[in-house]
């Protein structure tokens, strides 16, 4: 009996007891299918942190939102082929250290691959932005943030003494007064 909409019943018809195949036949179509859905479930962890850390990396690179185009995509940032396997992903990364760690990129204008990523906190991604300004003093390269932390000066007064061209020497170690936000 073929399953079509009755609009006297505004309903489909039941099908008719006699109209299913045999058991045996119903046994391996049910089989087929567990099996095809056994194979779809390789690692069992897509709902693990990194998972989610695998997968936002991959969909960075294929530019599914706007704003990651322009960053990744546009720039030609990629994924390795040997990454689009996540257990290889997994045996290269491992775990990352704690839940607040996330993947960056150690070079920023290279893809995503083993030799170009880590585990890294905020703090080292933020210090790791192609964005960043980096001062350089007595031999020692710092981003501004960073110097503004290790010299408890305020980041943005920093930013502008070093935009108005002052010397490291006197940018880094010039007293910061609140008041004027640019030097005692």
Known sequence: MPHYYDPDLQAFPLPDPDDRPP??????????????????????????????????????CKGYKKQDRKRYTERGITVCHEWSSFETFKNDMGEPPTPSHSLDRINNEAGYSKENCRWATKEEQANNKSSNVFIEYNGIKKSV?????????????????????????????????????VAV
């Not at 299918?33 to 989610?52: C, D, I, P, V």
């Not at 980041?155 to 002052?166: H, S, V």
């Open 145 to 181: 943030a960073q110097w503004a932390r290790e010299k408890q000066v305020c980041r943005k007064a920093l930013m502008y003494r070093i935009k108005a061209g002052w010397s490291a020497d006197l940018a880094l170690n010039m007293p910061y007064n609140h008041s004027n936000k």
């Open 23 to 60: 058991a045996r036949e119903r046994q391996g179509r049910a089989l087929r299918l567990a099996s095809k859905y056994k194979n779809m479930r390789t690692h069992g962890q897509s709902n693990t942190l990194l998972y989610s850390r695998w997968q936002s990396m991959n969909e960075r």
